[in-house]
């Protein structure tokens, strides 16, 4: 079977190996590092009892149903998502909470509801898939009431850091992985993108998904394999070179040598 390349995969998870993507999201959502950026998430958003929230992008609802748990029984927490599958995995998780919290099959461009419909906006790791950044932030301006806050983390793949000791072929990888997503180095653009979409108080902090530990390295090759190998297949990179490649990152990852780092920005605005 061949591995899931995540830049397609998750742009169509519907119709690509979705059981791959959903556990890669499972995973990778129960890291210490993935813990403490959303902690950072919830300490900018701010939420309080009664907010109307919508996660957009919310995969199979980790952290649509943490919000939950702060907007009380008279707010609303709402995960939006393009897949159809992981809505239904998110729905199936959240069926017994009895928290205000639903799910919605929507594209982050075209959200299905009225203007000023939410206190709160919150997207992670999902407009690296989008070309149009303009276009989905004046989205995300439409929905947010007066004195609203958003908050986007998003990687720069640019930025990507694997400690491969064939740092000429890794800088290679990193480059053709970032040219892969339709919004690559989106992390870098949001603090800009979002002050000319009229957001204000915008401020943009770095923080990395990173560590040397087996799952980080675990998810660091899922993630990477499917891309690689459409490189491979694509005459960008040999057989042979890439079997290299990866024996050195196993053999320096066995011994706790490797270490990887997923940079990218938390950024945060208001309406007014």
């Known amino acids: 079977m061949e591995k899931q390349n995540v830049t397609t995969g998750f742009q169509n998870v519907d119709n690509a190996q979705h059981q791959f ?115 989905v932030l004046k989205e995300f301006r439409r929905l947010l009431r007066s004195r609203g806050k958003i908050v986007i983390f998003d990687f720069d793949w640019d930025a990507m850091i694997i400690s491969h000791r064939d740092k000429a072929l890794t800088r290679k990888i990193v480059r053709y992985g970032s040219d892969s997503f339709p919004n690559g180095r989106v992390g870098s653009e949001l603090f800009g993108q979002m002050r000319l979409a009229g957001f204000r108080g915008v401020r943009a902090r770095p923080y990395s998904y990173s560590g040397n530990t087996e799952i980080v390295q675990s998810i660091t090759k899922r993630l990477y394999e499917g891309i690689i190998q459409t490189g491979v297949s694509t005459g960008v990179f040999s057989r042979e070179e890439i079997a290299d490649w990866w024996k050195a990152f196993d053999e320096d990852g066995s011994k706790g040598d490797l270490f990887m780092s997923f940079t990218g920005f938390i950024v945060t605005g208001s309406k007014d």
């Open 21 to 135: 993507l959903a556990k890669f999201l499972e995973d990778a959502g129960v890291q210490p590092t993935v813990l403490e950026g959303f902690g950072i998430q919830l300490d900018r958003l701010d939420i309080k009892e009664g907010h109307h929230v919508l996660d957009v992008g919310c995969g199979i609802g980790l952290q649509a149903h943490e919000m939950a748990k702060l907007v009380g029984a008279g707010g609303r927490v709402v995960g939006t998502d393009l897949s159809t599958v992981m809505i239904d995995i998110a729905k199936s998780r959240a069926a017994d909470s009895d928290l205000p919290l639903e799910f919605v099959v929507a594209d982050a461009l075209a959200q299905p509801f009225p203007d000023q419909s939410f206190d709160r906006i919150r997207t992670e790791r999902v407009l690296m898939y989008i070309k149009d950044l303009p276009a």
